[in-house]
């Protein structure tokens, strides 16, 4: 079975901090990746996709290591608004467009 | 606007009852999908369709049922065949075609099913 691997954390940390949360795939074939975050009690919605080794949008940079089947999320000087369950998405292949969802990495940025 | 809608947002179902979601997209999709999400859980594929009148089990398709009748439109039963079927049920719907972006999945805001 194809698997996405997440720390579920909860990753608690302050206003202005850096945070980075892992995600390990095991379906080598996978060419794009995703991050969504999903709000409580919410829909997820797309935050970023990657394509290649990486992906860059504000304060947000997603890395892909494709050796060692590892896709990152980096989150630079954290906003209370940034508190949310962070979802790590593959392809599972094929034409049908299905994705596994990882259970999600939690945050909670505090004041 | 252009998006996905479900409805209701709250529902509330007594044992032994079907129960049917609505799923509606103006998005011009051509691919529709069901999840379930447990708290805790990430989200399982209920059942997914790639074009109208044509739709595949997910993996977790037992105790439901689905239709695609019209491309806009993708409505989930909840069968009393289902054993927990308390959930937050999301659908999604994908673009097709060339192109990256037809990667991607967008959600609507989602149902809550609790069964009473």
């Known amino acids: 079975r194809k698997e996405v691997e997440q720390d579920p954390g909860p990753f608690n940390v302050p206003e202005g901090a850096t945070v980075a949360f892992n995600c390990t795939y095991s379906?080598?074939?996978?060419?794009?990746f995703f991050w969504y975050r999903q709000d409580c009690r919410k829909e997820p919605k797309l935050l970023m996709s990657v394509y290649s080794s990486g992906n860059e949008d504000g304060r947000f940079t997603a890395q892909l290591n494709r050796a060692s089947q590892y896709i990152s999320l980096l989150i630079r000087d954290s906003k209370l608004s940034d508190s949310a369950t962070y979802l790590c998405v593959v392809p599972l292949g094929g034409s049908q467009g299905n994705l596994i969802f990882g259970k999600g990495t939690k945050l909670s940025v505090k004041p | 606007d252009g998006g996905i809608t479900q409805s209701p947002k709250y529902l509330f179902r007594k044992e032994g009852q079907n129960v049917t979601l609505s799923c509606e997209q103006n998005l011009n999709h051509d691919a529709m999908y069901w999840y379930r999400q447990d708290p805790g859980q990430g989200l399982r594929l209920i059942y997914y369709?790639?074009?109208?009148?044509?739709?595949q089990k997910g993996d977790i398709a037992e105790g439901y049922s689905v239709s695609r009748e019209k491309k806009e439109s993708f409505p989930l039963t909840v069968t009393s065949a289902q054993k927990n079927p308390t959930a937050f049920y999301l659908c999604a719907s994908r673009g097709t075609g060339q192109g990256r972006s037809t990667d991607t999945q967008y959600f609507g805001p989602g149902t809550r099913l609790t069964v009473l």
């Open positions: 369709s790639q074009i109208v009148n044509d739709f």
């Open positions: 379906n080598s074939a996978s060419q794009s």
